[in-house]
């Protein structure tokens, strides 16, 4: 069972340059989001969807976007990436009826130049 | 504004003291609580949480308290092991209304052997 898988791991990017991290899970789960990880900032909610079809935006959304076409896939997008987007992102997911318990990826670490 | 602050940025205990983590929260319409721990380089995995309409939470070694009154919850570790040494972060959500998790900046306790 592969739970929630990111990738890349790793990835440098040059400023102004796009990407995409793609998260995706096996557990039928409809709940799916985006965080970042900062030092003394803790995780911060970026992007999260209930369900295919349905996203919304979470705390610090600016410079990304996400869509959901499918309720196994959840693809964060850069468009053009700055700087202050070097972080670790982790997509995590749930059952929608769950009240909280999140299933976390491993996380991809993003560097920008 | 945060709205789920952690005070302590680090904290160390000798093992098989107990260890006591704390975490505030601002928004009255956050109904369940919960604790996750994270090891460097991997994704948070949950540890233990608490919904508003009870005061404590017990799981083997890790108890949670919640104050809601003070808007206030702790993580008592006991006893402590040098393997709890990790990041933990608090977590808030509002159930039912947005689903969305919202985290505290986190702790790190180091577990001295």
């Known amino acids: 069972n592969a739970g929630v898988t990111q990738t890349p791991k790793f990835q440098v990017l040059k400023t102004g340059q796009s990407m995409t991290l793609q998260c995706a899970q096996d557990?039928?789960?409809?709940?799916m989001s985006w965080y970042r990880q900062d030092p003394g900032m803790g995780l911060r909610l970026i992007h999260y969807?209930?369900?295919?079809?349905?996203?919304d935006q979470g705390e610090v959304p600016n410079g990304y976007n996400v869509s959901r076409s499918t309720t196994e896939d959840f693809p964060l997008r850069l468009l053009s990436a700055a700087p202050s987007q070097t972080s670790v992102y982790f997509c995590a997911s749930k059952p929608r009826r769950n009240t909280g318990e999140l299933f976390f990826g491993e996380g991809s670490r993003l560097t920008v130049l | 504004d945060q709205q789920v602050k952690q005070n302590s940025p680090s904290l160390s205990v000798q093992e098989g003291r107990i260890s006591i983590l704390n975490c505030d929260y601002t928004n009255s319409m956050f109904d369940y609580f919960l604790w996750y721990k994270k090891y460097p380089a991997e994704g948070p995995t949950f540890l233990i949480s608490i919904s508003s309409i009870k005061d404590k939470n017990e799981d083997g070694r890790f108890t949670v308290f919640l104050n809601k009154s003070a808007k206030h919850l702790s993580l008592h570790i006991v006893p402590s092991q040098p393997g709890d040494s990790a990041v933990y972060f608090c977590?808030?959500?509002?159930?039912?209304?947005?689903?969305?998790?919202?985290f505290g900046t986190g702790t790190l306790l180091a577990v001295q052997p």
């Open positions: 977590a808030a959500s509002d159930g039912g209304a947005t689903n969305k998790l919202i």
């Open positions: 557990m039928n789960h409809e709940y």
């Open positions: 969807s209930v369900g295919a079809g349905i996203t």
